[in-house]
């Protein structure tokens, strides 16, 4: 368990500090930069293959979606899937302290935007650049009666559900509490999720058995995550990257 609360399988590393900066660019240096975190380019191409159509006929429609960013930190995979934006992009939004703090792009479709998250110095920083229009910050393993309820709540009102690389993090009590919220709804609604490799392979299965027996599966991409840090290596002989696993699935039909 690292000291920031965050339970993390101990060959994988941790970035405690990064975590709880104040802004971004930190983030953007150590791990998009130096580890070439690539993965929100596929997050956004399974978006936009899976997801992305039936958001713009929803906005064909008048509507504006709720869409929830789950484990969100600085919102990085937000701005792929909401925004479009690529992985330059985003490293260029984030290249220093006066650039990050507003947004350099527009919402592909209307949406009101809610992340969780346990970091409240993420939180913070996603709502001042305008990523957010609203955030709760919670220990998911561990929530007050007050952050459960809240965090229930957006889950069952949510249209869209994003949470990469993230689910990991979460023991499997936390994640089963999170998808009978979000299932819980009966009108239409989709959940990107991903599974990273090599780390807590056992962890990933039994948290598919459970999405799998609430929702329904729509499709998949493997791809890319990051290269593993010089610790990983060390833990994982003969590997350069971590992987995911993109799964989309959608609320079951009534």
Not at 99 to 111: E, I, K, L, M, T
Not at 184 to 194: A, F, I, K, P, S
Request: contains cysteine; hydrophobic residues 40%.
């Amino acid at each position: 368990m690292s000291n920031s609360g965050v339970k993390t399988d101990e060959k994988k590393q941790h970035f405690d500090d990064i975590y709880v900066a104040e802004t971004p660019v930190p983030f953007k240096e150590r791990i998009l930069d130096d580890l070439e975190y690539v993965s929100d380019d596929f997050n956004r191409q399974t978006f936009d293959r899976l997801i992305l159509p039936w958001a713009k006929e929803q906005a064909s429609a008048g509507k504006q979606l709720n869409f929830l960013d789950l484990c969100a930190c600085f919102g990085n995979t937000t701005m792929a899937t909401l925004y479009g934006m690529d992985f330059q992009q985003i490293r260029e939004n984030w290249r220093d302290e006066a650039a990050c703090r507003q947004v350099n792009g527009s919402r592909r479709f209307p949406a009101h935007t809610t992340a969780i998250d346990i970091s409240a110095n993420a939180m913070a920083y996603g709502a001042s650049a305008g990523l957010f229009d609203q955030t709760i910050t919670a220990d998911l393993n561990a929530p007050t009666e007050q952050q459960q309820n809240a965090v229930n709540e957006a889950m069952a009102q949510a249209d869209i559900v994003i949470s990469t690389a993230a689910l990991v993090y979460l023991e499997p009590e936390a994640i089963q509490k999170l998808i009978d919220s979000f299932a819980q709804t009966e009108r239409e609604g989709y959940m990107l999720v991903n599974f990273l490799n090599p780390f807590a392979l056992d962890k990933a299965d039994a948290t598919k058995r459970v999405l799998l027996e609430q929702l329904e599966f729509v499709g998949s991409m493997a791809s890319r995550h990051r290269k593993l840090s010089a610790l990983e290596q060390e833990n994982y002989p003969g590997e350069e990257w971590a992987l995911l696993e993109i799964w989309v699935l959608k609320r079951p039909r009534r």
